[in-house]
């Protein structure tokens, strides 16, 4: 094989990632001449959706967008809504919320790590295949997840699309008793997610530094979920109702999901971003196990996104049990909110990254328009530079299937999830 | 812990619930407390149906099933009827196939396994159970009771 070879590499359907896309690559003069990250999966308009509809089914509806990261959505909407209301829930309901949120990192990362990232850099086809030589692994990871649902359903009242979420704060508050029990067995997981970061970090990921921008919240204080100004490590910092004025979303002609650049550029929203941009508000015990890596961050090898998946697991740990061990049941689990006219913004950390929302409502809290920008929409572009980037220095003179296999590996490092953008993925290579 | 576990799994979408109802017309008729059997109505388990297997001696998994037979017969699964599409794993493309594959992998596969599937044919949101899904109910929680009896032994996991 020679880079003189016409080649056309066809993923019609890319595998272990959640949604509906396909890959197409021509490579003609060993160059690669066209590269599209194709997501043909129909747009859902939950925006249109929304129209029309009470502030008060907000939250319910838009959980519905994902069943993996709900809470995330929720989480941008109710901030967005309480904004335009001018409603303040208080203390423990900001408390609560960080809990919830610490819910569902965990379960998304550890997801994504075992399920779907893991299996290609130790050679497997599948999270079964991988179970049957490291079931210890894949033992720890599903007991991860399973508790992060839990802590999900202590807050949401279910693990996936739960209900327990309203502007102004939660519907129910938990007892004393459900809350000492999940914490008891959040403290106890601590030393598995502590092990966890040491042994993503041990697995053969390639070694492939790039050039690109991280953008994540930050806080004064805290690692960011909730709150903070949208920065980059290229000088960004923005409050979150200024997002137009740097950010804009295109439509391509090969996707349903919307492509976001950042003053026109492509650029990294996820655990990456959020870790390069914010190590120094991570616990101690947290930035120890991640020093004891040996990996530096801020680090410019995206393949260090599993690493950092696990180091927010440690983190989301930790942060659930700071936060339940304080834990007294409040007189309410939230204040009472006025619909009003106006226009608010809400802007949290998903597990994939940046979740940008926008609301405007009438005097009575019906929403006249919303716009949502989910994580993965805002990764597609960085994830068609990445390709070019990983396969040109892994060789495009490589074997079909290698390229192809390498394609789809740096497409799952980033956790797209093609259901929310769109709201799954075919290769297609061409050589020429 | 009981030795025979019972999961009725559907979600709550018409007929989809047969599972469901399968458990709740066996503990309204007593059966589970006659024979000492534990069941849970699980909603689309997923990666969690390994756990939820997890140290039984015998699972009977209760699931709605579209075979090409008329709704509401009743069929029992030998295990390879399940196909697995490996290449296509994600969280939400992960059934009752790939869970049972991964417990098989992690070890936590009962040592005997019956699989029932209820033939369906709608799935409406918010619509109550056909009467042919109602009629499939009755007859499979008649034939697990028949086996929680010994009436008919299950094919090895």
Known sequence: MNGQREVAIRVPVLARVEGEGALEIDIREGRIDELRLRIYEPPRFFEKLLEGRSYEEVPDLVARICGICPVAYQMSAVHALEQIFAATPGPWVRAMRRALYCGEWIESHALHIHLLAAPDFLGYESVIAMAADHPDVVRRGLALQGLGNDLIRLLGGRSVHPIGVRAGGFHRAPTRDEVRAITARLRAAEPEARALVAWAAALPLPHDAQDFVSVALRHPHEYPMNEGRIVSDRGLDIDIAAFDQRFAETQVAHSTALHALLDGAPYLVGPLARVNLNADRLPAPVREALRATGIDFPSRNLFHSIVARAAEIHYALLEAVRILEAYDPPPSPGVAVSPCAGVGFGCTEAPRGLLWHRYETDAAGLIRAARIVPPTSQNQARIEEDLRCSLEAFGLDQPDAALRQRAETVIRNYDPCISCATHFLRLEVRRG | ?157
């Open chain 2, 1 to 157: 812990m009981s030795a025979v576990r019972i999961l009725g799994i559907g979600s709550p979408h018409g007929d989809d619930r047969v599972g469901w109802a399968v458990v709740e017309a066996l503990a309204a008729s007593g059966a589970l407390a006659r024979h000492a059997a534990e069941a849970l109505c699980c909603d689309r388990p997923g990666l969690r149906l390994a756990a939820l297997l997890a140290g039984a001696e015998h699972a009977i998994l209760v699931d709605a099933l579209r075979g090409g037979g008329p709704p509401g017969r009743v069929r029992w699964l030998a295990p390879g009827e399940l196909a697995v599409q490996p290449d296509q794993l994600s969280a939400h493309g992960f059934g009752v196939a790939e869970g049972l594959a991964l417990a098989r992998a992690l070890g936590t596969l009962p040592r005997r396994l019956s699989v029932i599937g209820i033939e369906i044919a709608t799935t409406r949101p918010d619509a109550p159970l056909s009467a042919a899904a109602r009629a499939g109910v009755a007859a499979a929680a008649a034939e697990i009771e028949r086996e929680l009896a010994g009436g008919r032994a299950a094919p090895p996991a």
